[in-house]
């Protein structure tokens, strides 16, 4: 089982680009998704987070408003649509799960201590 995001790529400042994360071998519908992202020499950043239904999200104040989170469970998959691009926001993007899901483990998770199951990345690379 594994989250594999997709979708990085080199775009201008101002630019778009719709990152996506599938996972195989399990199931993510009742799972709370992340996203996160990671310049080197620096802490993993939380990005934004989704509850299972997508009755909730939240994003860091770094991307609100120009950044959206969603997801489409029967495809299980979780999606950020990223509008308005600037060079700070280039890093390594990563998609990330709970150890559980379900019950009791259905809230929009900051921390990266919280998640469990990540993907390998995907680089974005913004120029000014």
């Known amino acids: 089982a594994q989250l594999v995001e997709s979708g990085g790529g080199l775009v201008q400042a101002g630019g778009s680009l719709r990152l996506s994360c599938t996972s195989s071998g399990r199931s993510i519908a009742s799972y709370t998704m992340g996203w996160f992202r990671q310049v080197p020499g620096k802490e993993r950043e939380f990005v934004s987070a989704?509850?299972?239904?997508?009755?909730?999200?939240r994003y860091a104040d770094s991307v609100k408003g120009r950044f959206t989170i969603s997801r489409v469970n029967y495809k299980n998959t979780a999606y950020l649509q990223m509008n308005g691009l600037k060079p700070e926001d280039t890093a390594v993007y990563y998609c990330?799960?709970?150890?559980?899901?379900?019950?009791?483990?259905?809230?929009?998770?900051?921390?990266?201590?919280?998640?469990?199951?990540w993907g390998q990345g995907t680089q974005v690379n913004v120029s000014s």
């Open positions: 989704i509850t299972w239904n997508s009755g909730s999200t």
């Open positions: 990330a799960t709970p150890p559980r899901g379900g019950s009791g483990w259905n809230a929009l998770y900051e921390s990266p201590s919280e998640y469990h199951y």
